[in-house]
């Protein structure tokens, strides 16, 4: 390390990072990454001063940590562009995969990599991962428009950086400042109140499911009517709520019919920045947390209001629960479980276009490498409701050892039914 990169400041840790770093999801790496092959004149030069001043911009890129509740902000990059060369695509496939496929360590001296492979002058394969410990989808994407602007700059000849975004270790410090405040005993109370009419976080899918083997992953795909997002949208102005709200009620609508649940939950995660002046800061700010359809709706445009509204507020008070009950001396996760037994995510944009694009004059491919260790939910439904221009689909993946196909098909078919049905 050289000298301006040992000159740290030193910080408190958000929740979200104490979280991780007290042991959630320590089962897993936790990488986002994406790798792409580009063709075109790439200026090899310039992706290097990009990525050190984009590192400049985001104090998140420079964060390692000394404790759960102490992080260092150091002063410069901790990571810098590697380069290589391979003679076949399968060689630059494999260099990308060893190099961005070690898990990061929690005690390490970077939480970043990034490389480029050259197979020719004009064509090569270029790849970044970051822990998830300092990145979320929304920082992923200020990141990817980020680099964009500065491998633009770097090619003008333009030596500036781009104005100072959010400081994510100033974030840390005010939430840690308002947790310990009212901020954080009305976050106390909602949850409470919360677990008291639900009980802590949603119930298993099938109670009675049952393990038969080893985990097999099984995806199950439902095309969707080539307008579904147009539909999705009408009746999400129709109701005056969010699409979010529209499809994730057609998931507990179907998890009432399926499974008999009376007030069916399942675990969203929300991407939004909690606090004032946060909207470019990248980091770790996304909260998983229960959201669950009532006893009394009985109409459809009642269900997805009634959902809308519920969103508002687990949204609003979004924080990670595990570590936040634990400080109350709460509990509001469950105890026992692995995860809740449905989670759910909205796509209207392929996850590939996170990260395709970043270098003006090429053109770029994304292709997956397939890095190992990928997280196994072994008894969690996971539901994407991907509304793409193109090809909408509903997808499940899931455990075939241990949750019955039929049901998970009908899951499907019950929520394909609520969204798109007519009438009110």
Known sequence: MTASRAK????????????????????????????????????????????????????????????????????????????????????????????????????????????????SEQRHLFGIALDHIITDLISWRHIREDFKELYDRALAGDASDLPEAGSYQRFASEQRRCFSSRWGEERREFWRSYSGEFGTYPSPFLPDAKHTGDYQLKVLSHALPPDAKARVHALSRQARVTPFAVVSTGVLAGMREVAGMPAPGISVTHHGRGLPGTAQTAGLFAETVPLHLGHRATSRLAMVQEVFLRTLDIFDHAIPLTVAGSSWNEVFTGTGQEAPGVQFELHEQPMSSFFTAPFSGTEADYIDVGLPNDKIWTETVVIFWNLYDTSPHLVAEYNASYFPEAAVEGLLDAAERFVFSAGT
Request: neutral net charge; aromatic residues 10%.
């Open 8 to 119: 740290t400041s030193l910080g408190p840790t958000s929740l979200a990072e104490k979280a991780r770093l007290t042991g959630a999801f320590d089962d897993w790496h936790n990488l986002f990454y994406r790798t792409i092959w580009v063709t075109g004149a790439l200026d090899k030069g310039a992706v290097r001063d990009a990525w050190r001043r984009l590192c400049q911009r985001h104090d998140a890129l420079r964060r390692t940590y000394a404790s759960p509740d102490e992080a260092r902000t150091h002063s410069d990059a901790l990571s810098e562009v590697q380069f290589y060369t391979a003679e076949t695509d399968e060689r630059a496939i494999e260099l990308m995969r060893d190099f961005l496929g070690t898990p990061f360590s929690l005690d390490g001296p970077a939480f970043t990599r990034i490389a480029i492979v050259q197979r």
